[in-house]
């Protein structure tokens, strides 16, 4: 089997700076396991490692896509797939970084394939979500794969449209299907997570939004906009970016976006910890041990 080294935690919990602390020790790379960090563009509000930090380290699965395009696991799976093979056949263990935990579980795990499913399920989903809003989507997600849900943020688009698809579509909640996967995992992988207490996860949230303001964050939103991408595109639709879209269409002031971010943020942090708190890690540290690592 060939060996990897996963670092995972919630937003803002510090995964990049041990990654590349560890990469350099090992003389190795970063696969990003980001589902953000993929987008082009979409630098502060994904809180992207700096260029800086890039030539220090190589980073792969970052700046993949443009915004108006979709990625999932199964394009991560492929993609990681390779990239760990190749850096296998130079003598080197991929460190394999991020907090989109569906995309290291079915990378370790493997994927479950699904007959074809009708057009009409998403089109009329995409109908609905016009119609009723992604709360009321997000509601029936939790009705029929609470599993599933409480795994994902109820701003996440794309997998709340797949989780309704699927579940519509096959009569099977989405996370029925991931528990009856065969695995398939040719990797031996050493999992490192950082944990870290709640009131100081949080705490550093809204550090990080202020930071991510100070930084430019709505001009990079501007940006995004003079690019031809609009609230329709996926990378705009991301958290972080999603929150701000009332704010350019004059619907909200800045400061209420702000709180939505944080608010939004410190949910998807707590489903995190609790996916992670389900999951068998070799090692579990605290950010203050990543000094010292």
């Known amino acids: 089997m060939i060996p990897v080294i996963t ?31 993929v987008y082009c563009y979409l630098d502060i509000g994904t809180a992207k490692v700096t260029k800086e930090e890039q030539k220090r380290v190589k980073h792969h699965l970052i700046d993949i896509i443009n915004p108006d395009e979709t990625y999932n696991a199964g394009a991560f799976v492929k993609d990681a797939s390779l990239i760990i093979e190749k850096l296998h056949s130079e003598g080197k263990i991929p460190v394999i970084c991020g907090g989109t935990g569906l995309y290291i579980k079915a990378l ?13 399920i998403r089109q009329n989903l995409k109908q609905r979500l016009k119609e009723e809003g992604l709360a009321a989507l997000y509601a029936e997600l939790k009705s029929l794969d609470p599993l599933f849900a409480e795994k994902i943020s109820e701003n996440d688009t794309q997998r709340i449209l797949r989780g309704l698809e699927v579940a519509i579509g096959t009569g099977i909640p989405l996370s029925e299907h991931w528990q009856k996967q065969k695995s398939s995992c040719k990797y031996n992988a050493f999992r490192i997570l950082i944990d870290i207490p709640r009131p100081e996860l949080y705490q550093r949230i809204n550090q990080r939004i202020e930071k991510m303001l100070a930084q430019g964050l709505l001009a990079e939103i501007e940006n ?45 942090a ?24």
């Open 7 to 37: 670092i995972e935690g919630a937003t803002a919990s510090g995964k990049s700076a041990l990654a590349i602390v560890l990469a350099e020790a090992l003389n190795t790379e970063i696969i990003s396991a980001d589902s953000r960090q």
């Open 224 to 268: 995004l906009f003079a690019l031809g991408y609009d609230e329709n595109s996926p990378g705009l639709n991301c958290l972080g970016y999603k929150e701000f879209l009332p704010y350019f269409k004059k619907e909200a002031g800045l400061e209420e976006c702000i709180l939505l971010a944080a608010q939004h943020q410190r949910n998807y």
């Open 108 to 120: 370790l795990k493997g994927l479950f394939s699904l007959p074809p499913l009708p057009q009409e």
């Open 270 to 293: 707590k489903r995190q910890v609790t996916w992670y708190r389900k999951g068998n890690f070799d090692l579990v540290i605290s950010p203050s041990g990543i000094t010292t690592f």
